[in-house]
C-alpha cells in the first residue's frame, strides 16, 4: 500500500484570489478551477509526475469556499525557507508587496529565525532563515 501528501487545503472566502496569490508566491501554476475548489500545483510537477513513483510526487495546495471567517490561530501552517544565495529580506518585502502582512503569533522578537506573516485572507505561513537544502 502506498499512500502519498496529496494536498494541502486551505479554507477561504475568494478561491480564485487565494489560489493565484498563492501561485504567484511560490511560482506555481493553477492546474484546476471551479467554482469548489482552485488547484495550485509546482510547474514541474506534471512532467515530474510521469516519472516519479506515486508516493514520491509532492503535494499541491487546494483552495476551497468557506463561509466562516478565521477566528483564531491557524493550527497547521506553511513554512517557506529562502536559499541561502537569496536575499531574504528582499523575499520578505516582495511578499508584503504582493500583500501579506506582518503578524505577531508570540514568537520572541530576539530570539525567532523566522518571520510570521498572514495572506491576504488572515492565514499564517512563516519564512524561514535561508537554508541550503
Not at 489560489?19 to 495550485?40: M, P
Not at 491557524?74 to 536575499?87: E, F, G, M, T, W
Amino acid at each position: 500500500m502506498s499512500l502519498r501528501w496529496y494536498s494541502v487545503v486551505v479554507d477561504c472566502h475568494d478561491i480564485a484570489s487565494q489560489a493565484r496569490w498563492w501561485a504567484e508566491v511560490l511560482d506555481w501554476q493553477v492546474f484546476y478551477e471551479s467554482d469548489s475548489e482552485v488547484v495550485v500545483i509546482p510547474g514541474w510537477a506534471l512532467d515530474a509526475a510521469a516519472s516519479t513513483p506515486w508516493e514520491k510526487v509532492g503535494p499541491g495546495l487546494v483552495f476551497v469556499p468557506v463561509e466562516e471567517s478565521k477566528s483564531v490561530k491557524n493550527r497547521l501552517h506553511i513554512d517557506l525557507a529562502p536559499h541561502i544565495s537569496d536575499d531574504r529580506e528582499a523575499e520578505i518585502q516582495r511578499l508584503v508587496n504582493l500583500g501579506a502582512s506582518p503578524v505577531e503569533v508570540g514568537q520572541s522578537a530576539t530570539d525567532a529565525t523566522w518571520t510570521v506573516l498572514a495572506d491576504p485572507e488572515g492565514n499564517e505561513f512563516c519564512v524561514l532563515s535561508s537554508r541550503e537544502q
